[in-house]
């Protein structure tokens, strides 16, 4: 598959690639980008099944590495900047045997010996692969290793050319297949110096994009901040939303905000690989998924999925799979015919006194307010009825925690069974969501 990126970055010669606010780089230079990291990693002493812990983002650096990494045949563990912290604790999982630091262009020896029958398995198929990591908000990150070849096998049909910004992380499943997708059509990748809104508009607005993959909690911090105003967003024609939980509410007022751009939610895990989807509407929440590839299934509630780009397995965790390939995603749903709706982790379903409170129906309703900008609600445990709601609430602004539990708890009687009106509940000004736009749950029962 690496040679039909190759063709089509030749065949796309001096037309964009990539826009920054600092410069603008062509399908030549990437390619020379590619060239000049690959040298390097051959004079390096890096050989085809090679384990690398590979510090990048999206930029001339961090592409043209992870491609000539892919050219070697290497098995390539990703870590975007706002991980670094996890980068000893990727790198002894990973078992690596090297590390490169993209911006330094730094090649040493990552101190681990590189064996696990997982990556056994791709050497023997002579395939690069790609190790990607979890979140890891609570314990241990699991590290999901996947065949380079089968995740750009994907992209050898070819889709359009949009210009797209480069919004979700380049270690995350989606920030992946954004780079790949454009990339396979020779398209401009817009990449932001920083994801505010502010920024990002500011950005869409000065490069015409015209595709913004993104998370929920972003576009409500959008509407919040008023840039949507602020800016000419006229060039938009796409909005694709995911990894979280999205409020009908949100999406309805995104929708009335930006009434000629289309809303798509996208669903995808690092395990199984980002799923064609289609959205019943603009405002919602019901999906469409599946295609060339991709099946999906529920049994008792849960969803299920088979996938041509599945993982080989986990580097650190048990198998997932059920026996007969299916991959237990621990998302629960509702179905409608062909569309499924997500109502959230079945980890992160509240038992009270042996009722169930789904945390993103009381989320939604609670962002309806005014005087919120952020909620996560979860469960902690209670002597007698298992388990309280407790929500988590970055207010607007200045206020007494006293007056915004009541207008919550006003905002919740009649329209939420008494049982899943929050108890308890923490106030914080500082973001509620992970860089990986997660949200940030405190306790969860």
């Given at each position: 598959?690496l040679?039909?990126?190759?063709?089509?970055?030749?065949a796309?010669?001096?037309?964009t690639?990539?826009?920054?606010?600092?410069?603008t780089?062509?399908y030549?230079?990437l390619?020379t980008?590619?060239s000049?990291w690959?040298?390097?990693?051959?004079?390096?002493?890096?050989?085809?099944g090679d384990?690398?812990?590979?510090?990048g983002?999206?930029?001339?650096?961090?592409?043209?590495?992870?491609?000539?990494l892919f050219?070697?045949?290497?098995i390539v563990i990703l870590?975007?900047?706002?991980s670094?912290?996890k980068?000893d604790e990727?790198?002894r999982i990973?078992?690596?045997?090297?590390?490169i630091?993209?911006?330094?262009?730094i090649?040493?020896k990552?101190?681990?010996?590189?064996e696990?029958?997982?990556?056994d398995e791709?050497?023997?198929k002579?395939?690069?692969?790609?190790v990607?990591f979890?979140?890891?908000?609570?314990?241990?990150?699991?590290?999901?290793?996947?065949?380079a070849t089968?995740?750009?096998?994907?992209?050898?049909?070819?889709g359009?050319?949009?210009r797209?910004?480069?919004?979700?992380?380049?270690d995350?499943?989606?920030?992946?297949?954004?780079?790949?997708y454009?990339?396979?059509?020779?398209?401009?990748?817009?990449?932001?110096?920083?994801?505010?809104p502010?920024?990002v508009?500011r950005?869409?607005e000065?490069?015409?994009?015209?595709?913004?993959?993104?998370?929920?909690?972003?576009?409500?911090l959008?509407?919040?901040?008023?840039?949507?105003?602020?800016?000419?967003?006229?060039s938009l024609?796409?909005?694709t939303?995911?990894?979280e939980?999205?409020?009908?509410?949100?999406?309805a007022r995104?929708?009335?905000?930006?009434?000629n751009v289309?809303l798509?939610?996208?669903?995808?895990?690092?395990?199984?690989?980002?799923m064609?989807?289609?959205?019943r509407?603009?405002?919602?929440?019901?999906?469409?998924?599946?295609g060339?590839?991709?099946?999906?299934?529920v049994?008792d509630?849960?969803?299920?999925?088979?996938s041509?780009?599945?993982?080989?397995g986990?580097?650190?965790?048990?198998?997932?799979?059920?026996?007969?390939?299916?991959?237990?995603t621990g998302?629960?749903?509702?179905?409608?015919?062909?569309?499924v709706?997500?109502?959230?982790?079945?980890?992160?379903?509240?038992?009270?006194g042996?009722q169930?409170?789904?945390?993103?129906?009381?989320?939604?309703?609670?962002?309806?307010m005014?005087?919120v900008?952020e909620?996560?609600?979860?469960?902690?445990?209670?002597?007698i009825l298992?388990a309280?709601?407790v929500?988590g609430?970055?207010?607007v602004?200045?206020?007494?925690p006293?007056?915004?539990?009541r207008?919550?708890?006003?905002?919740?009687?009649?329209?939420?069974e008494?049982y899943?009106?929050?108890?308890?509940?923490k106030?914080d000004e500082?973001?509620?969501v992970?860089?990986?736009?997660k949200?940030?749950?405190?306790?969860t029962?």
């Amino acid at each position: 598959m690496l040679d039909v990126f190759d063709q089509r970055f030749v065949a796309a010669g001096d037309k964009t690639a990539l826009v920054t606010g600092r410069e603008t780089l062509s399908y030549v230079d990437l390619q020379t980008a590619i060239s000049d990291w690959g040298s390097r990693i051959d004079a390096s002493g890096i050989a085809a099944g090679d384990t690398v812990l590979l510090k990048g983002d999206f930029g001339k650096a961090g592409i043209g590495a992870l491609f000539a990494l892919f050219k070697v045949g290497a098995i390539v563990i990703l870590i975007a900047p706002s991980s670094a912290e996890k980068e000893d604790e990727f790198g002894r999982i990973g078992s690596a045997q090297w590390r490169i630091e993209c911006e330094t262009s730094i090649i040493q020896k990552g101190g681990y010996s590189g064996e696990h029958p997982l990556y056994d398995e791709l050497r023997s198929k002579k395939e690069p692969g790609i190790v990607l990591f979890s979140s890891g908000s609570t314990g241990t990150s699991k590290g999901a290793v996947h065949s380079a070849t089968k995740l750009l096998e994907k992209f050898r049909p070819p889709g359009k050319d949009f210009r797209t910004l480069a919004f979700l992380l380049f270690d995350h499943i989606a920030g992946l297949d954004t780079l790949f997708y454009s990339l396979s059509n020779a398209s401009a990748l817009i990449l932001p110096d920083q994801r505010r809104p502010e920024d990002v508009c500011r950005m869409i607005e000065a490069y015409k994009v015209e595709v913004l993959p993104t998370a929920p909690s972003f576009l409500n911090l959008l509407l919040l901040s008023g840039a949507i105003e602020r800016y000419d967003l006229s060039s938009l024609k796409i909005i694709t939303y995911g990894s979280e939980m999205m409020s009908e509410p949100i999406l309805a007022r995104l929708a009335d905000a930006l009434p000629n751009v289309r809303l798509i939610q996208k669903y995808g895990t690092s395990e199984t690989g980002a799923m064609p989807s289609r959205s019943r509407s603009n405002q919602s929440t019901w999906v469409k998924l599946g295609g060339d590839g991709f099946q999906w299934r529920v049994v008792d509630g849960l969803f299920e999925v088979q996938s041509k780009t599945a993982m080989l397995g986990y580097l650190n965790a048990e198998d997932p799979f059920t026996e007969d390939g299916w991959f237990k995603t621990g998302d629960r749903v509702e179905v409608d015919g062909d569309y499924v709706r997500f109502l959230g982790r079945d980890s992160d379903i509240i038992n009270v006194g042996g009722q169930k409170v789904y945390p993103a129906e009381v989320e939604a309703i609670i962002l309806e307010m005014p005087e919120v900008v952020e909620v996560v609600v979860y469960g902690e445990p209670h002597a007698i009825l298992g388990a309280v709601v407790v929500a988590g609430i970055r207010p607007v602004g200045p206020g007494t925690p006293a007056q915004l539990r009541r207008q919550v708890r006003q905002h919740l009687s009649g329209r939420v069974e008494a049982y899943k009106i929050p108890q308890k509940f923490k106030f914080d000004e500082q973001p509620l969501v992970t860089d990986r736009f997660k949200s940030i749950r405190k306790s969860t029962t």
